[in-house]
């Protein structure tokens, strides 16, 4: 039964040209081998800098070198590795916030109330600073909206609402309505800060308008952050509402006006009673770490010079020792140990079964580390950017079972959507409802980097962040398995996340193999995709 089952995809393979309409290639137990042992205790969370994730990293391209994958024919990578040097810092118990208002002082607590850190690589920072509120800190002329009107900002301590300015009766529409853009991602904001020559910048925390709880904000500067070279904030962070309200009352201001102030363009800087002192103290290191990539040239004498990029990223918060010598590991078990399990079966599959265009499978580092991996890969490509179709990527995956439905949001900015359409139609699939991306979940993984640098690119059928959780599940009660999705986010950067042996894969196997049949679609087309008319990104093709 064995030998006869080879032969007949032996002769499959050889009589007939891999075509979209193919399905149940991608191997489940191959996915659930690789997940099982990426999220594994052993592996310490894969953290950025640390042994797990050099663990990761020797098992990735270990797996690449077994399945048959080539390098890529470029000076800017070695092997299966890309470097991508970082500088590591973390805060130190004794680095403290304080306010002074009306001589008297103001001091949150570092963890509960207040987190920071810095990104500009100094182990110790000191000074004193105005507070300033800067409403939404946002400087977006396509919006006619200017949060800073000239102000000048040098030397002061930045005080931002997260989100954009929300929609009106009158301008439903502005800042996409109801979705989150660019604009109101604290990515955005941290780099504005720099630009304004900020001495500090700091995030006022609600769960509405951060898109999560407390604890993510909280995790991420508990753990060491990194940065690609030392030129951002040398104090970035973020308090919560409470103390924000707390602030803004012994300065004499109202939060609240003022929030409902920073809704309109008219809003200008206001300059609290309070001054900021800041006593910084981070232990600093530079690391190199690795994206790991391989290709599968593609057959087509013209063609092959073109490449389509599948990503998922192999890092996650990794390991922490506790004074008491306990350890706390975050596995990251669906974040994203489940993407590159996926990857790994799909290169898999590709290396038997070559396109018209080159193929390239690439694990972005320090994803985890505001996509420092894909950012390093963009700004110094080993295969040129101007011929690279597309970037699909793969993060956070389905782990509750089959869906009778793929999520393509993000799609719908190039032509990819009209390709995922078709391939979802030969697949029996069904386009699930899209809802506004409100968590500004097109900003959050490694795509967005490509997409930046003119790739058209989305992350492909994430059924954790995309919309409500509720897709149309096969064979299961639909409002349990719903649930169980809308469930990780609670344990999204938790120690939660963490994998099961009981884990119904068939719903990631069938994104694996929607996001493969969507890579062979671009990869034996006769054009590459192309930007819808009007979007920004299409005008940053490198």
Not at 62 to 90: A, C, E, F, N
Request: with cysteine; net charge neutral; aromatic share 10%.
């Amino acid at each position: 039964m064995i030998k006869k089952s080879v032969g007949l995809f032996i002769a499959l393979s050889v009589c007939s040209p891999f075509t979209s309409a193919q399905q149940a290639r991608i191997s489940e137990p191959v996915m659930r081998a690789h997940l099982s042992f990426l999220a594994d205790d052993l592996l310490e969370g894969r953290g950025t800098g640390q042994r797990g994730g050099d663990l990761a990293v020797r098992y990735l391209e270990t797996q690449l070198s077994i399945m048959g994958l080539q390098s890529l024919p470029s000076d800017k990578v070695s092997g299966y590795r890309q470097s991508v040097r970082i500088v590591g810092s973390k805060t130190l118990p004794e680095s403290s916030v304080s306010f002074e208002i009306n001589g008297q002082t103001y001091a949150p607590q570092l963890g509960s109330d207040i987190v920071f850190g810095s990104s500009g690589g100094k182990a110790d920072v000191a000074f004193d600073a105005p507070v300033v509120f800067v409403g939404y800190g946002v400087r977006a002329p396509e919006e006619r909206w200017d949060d800073f009107k000239g102000v000048d900002l040098k030397g002061k301590l930045l005080v931002m609402l997260v989100n954009d300015p929300q929609p009106t009766a009158e301008e439903p529409h502005r800042f996409a309505g109801k979705a989150l853009t660019y604009y109101g991602r604290w990515t955005y904001k941290f780099e504005e800060a720099v630009r304004q020559g900020a001495a500090g910048v700091l995030l006022i925390h609600t769960t509405p308008s951060a898109t999560y709880a407390w604890n993510v904000p909280q995790t991420s500067f508990s753990h060491e952050r990194f940065s690609l070279a030392n030129n951002g904030n040398a104090m970035e962070g973020w308090m919560q509402d409470s103390v924000a309200q707390q602030l803004f009352s012994r300065a004499g201001a109202n939060l609240d006006q003022l929030r409902a102030g920073a809704e309109t363009r008219d809003f200008a800087p206001v300059v609290l009673n309070a001054i900021a002192h800041v006593k910084l103290k981070s232990q600093i290191r530079h690391v190199e770490q690795f994206n790991v990539l391989g290709m599968v040239p593609g057959t087509d004498a013209k063609l092959k010079s073109q490449a389509v990029v599948y990503s998922a990223h192999w890092d996650h918060l990794g390991i922490e020792t506790q004074p008491d010598g306990s350890t706390h590991i975050w596995n990251g078990a669906v974040d994203n140990a489940s993407g590159a399990a996926a990857l790994l079966a799909m290169a898999q599959f590709a290396v038997a079964h070559p396109a018209k265009r080159t193929q390239i499978f690439l694990w972005p580092a320090a994803e985890e580390q505001y996509l420092l991996g894909s950012a390093a890969y963009v700004n110094n490509p080993p295969w040129p950017l101007a011929k690279t179709a597309a970037d699909l990527n793969l993060d956070s995956m389905n782990f509750v079972g089959k869906t009778r439905d793929i999520g393509i949001e993000g799609s719908e900015r190039s032509s990819l959507h009209a390709s995922a359409v078709k391939v979802a139609k030969q697949m029996g699939l069904q386009i699930a409802t899209a809802a506004p991306d409100l968590g500004g979940a097109f900003f959050r993984a490694d795509h967005f980097n490509f997409a930046r640098f003119g790739v058209p690119a989305f992350n492909v059928g994430s059924a954790v962040f995309s919309g409500d959780g509720h897709f149309d599940f096969i064979e299961q009660d639909h409002s349990n398995a719903s649930a169980k999705m809308l469930g990780f986010k609670n344990d999204y950067h938790t120690e939660r996340d963490k994998y099961h042996s009981e884990w119904d894969l068939s719903g990631m196997q069938q994104q694996a193999q929607f996001t493969l049949n969507l890579g062979y679609e671009i990869a034996n087309a006769k054009t590459m995709p192309v930007w819808n008319k009007g979007e920004a990104f299409g005008k940053n093709r490198h």
